[in-house]
């Protein structure tokens, strides 16, 4: 009985220990020779993209940039002709700049002479070497040894004219054509090729006093054209518009336009009418009646040369 009991309770252990041992594996199941393992390719990650930087190719030659050209005229003078508002034909003479575009100084005579007047002045202001060309005359004007040193911060170009019905010295009075004549010049002067038409002024002597200053404030008035000032050597109101209306138009532009006033003092109708200008630059001379192209007298001081040097480089000079 004792050895029964001996042997249920080894029975009863062994099947404890059965129950609570490991568990059985699974059995294995054979991959089939022919059945291939698929092979899994991974999803790649999106690539970073780094922009292409811009490059701008080295050039091999340097590029030559668009300028207007510098324009070689020869220093002869042109002789030309030009058609006023009227019709009027008229002659004139252009002195080319050593450059363009360049400033344009009219020029413009007295009723006792024609254009011829200002040849000796034209070629020196041009200071082309034409000077030397020139044969000495009686008349300051017209005399080289006579003539100052050009003091001159400008190439300017140069042109001259005659007016209606002058040619070798005015025939008769024309007043109202002589008015037609200036404005037209200035405007034809300030198209001329190589001619900055910005930078345009006007010299005139008795007529062309009052022709200078009618000029430059015509051009002003027109859609093309700027005229800086006018130098008047003995003006007297000799064209249908009076000088002081003319000058006084001038001075009253934005930026005001110069007008510079030269007489003598004995010369009773030059001075009245340049003093009449309030604003004008003023120059007398105590002289018995020294006339327009009389007033480049070198026994002079300042002369005619030295007041025609500082007009220049005082209104183009600072424009170069």
């Given at each position: 009985m004792k050895k029964f009991s001996v042997l249920l309770l080894g029975l009863f252990l062994c099947l404890m220990v059965t129950a609570c041992g490991p568990p059985a594996e699974p059995p294995l199941t054979n991959t089939p020779e022919d059945t291939e393992v698929p092979t899994v390719t991974p999803t790649p990650l999106p690539p970073t993209i780094t922009p292409t930087p811009t490059i701008t190719p080295t050039p091999t030659e340097t590029p030559t940039p668009t300028l207007t050209p510098t324009v070689i005229y020869p220093p002869e003078p042109q002789q030309v002709t030009f058609e006023t508002a009227d019709g009027q034909v008229l002659e004139g003479t252009y002195f080319p700049a050593d450059g363009s575009p360049a400033p344009v100084i009219v020029l413009?005579?007295?009723?006792?002479?024609?254009?011829?007047?200002?040849?000796?002045?034209?070629?020196w202001l041009q200071g082309r070497g034409?000077?030397?060309?020139?044969?000495?005359?009686?008349?300051?004007?017209?005399?080289?040894?006579?003539?100052?040193?050009?003091?001159?911060?400008?190439?300017?170009?140069?042109?001259?004219?005659?007016?209606?019905?002058?040619?070798?010295?005015?025939t008769r009075f024309v007043n109202d054509g002589w008015l037609v004549?200036?404005?037209?010049?200035v405007e034809f002067a300030s198209k001329l090729e190589g001619v900055d038409r910005d930078r345009v002024v006007a010299v005139g002597a008795s007529i062309g006093a009052d022709g200078a200053v009618e000029g430059c404030s015509w051009l002003n008035k027109q859609p093309e054209g700027t005229c800086l000032g006018a130098l008047a050597l003995s003006p007297g109101s000799y064209l249908t518009v009076p000088f002081q209306e003319s000058a006084q138009a001038l001075l009253e532009e934005d930026p005001p336009?110069?007008?510079?006033?030269?007489?003598?003092?004995?010369?009773?109708?030059?001075?009245?009418?340049c003093q009449a200008v309030p604003g004008a630059n003023l120059i007398d001379h105590r002289r018995i009646k020294?006339?327009?192209?009389e007033l480049f007298d070198p026994e002079l001081s300042p002369t005619g040369f030295d007041v025609l040097l500082d007009f220049l480089n005082s209104t183009l000079g600072s424009t170069q």
């Open positions: 413009m005579h007295w009723a006792a002479g024609d254009q011829s007047e200002w040849s000796l002045i034209a070629r034409l000077v030397q060309e020139m044969t000495a005359k009686s008349d300051p004007w017209l005399v080289p040894a006579f003539l100052p040193e050009r003091s001159l911060t400008i190439s300017p170009a140069v042109f001259t004219f005659t007016f209606r019905e002058c040619e070798g010295g005015c004549d200036a404005r037209s010049a336009r110069a007008v510079w006033c030269l007489y003598g003092r004995a010369d009773a109708a030059a001075r009245q009418t020294p006339h327009g192209f």
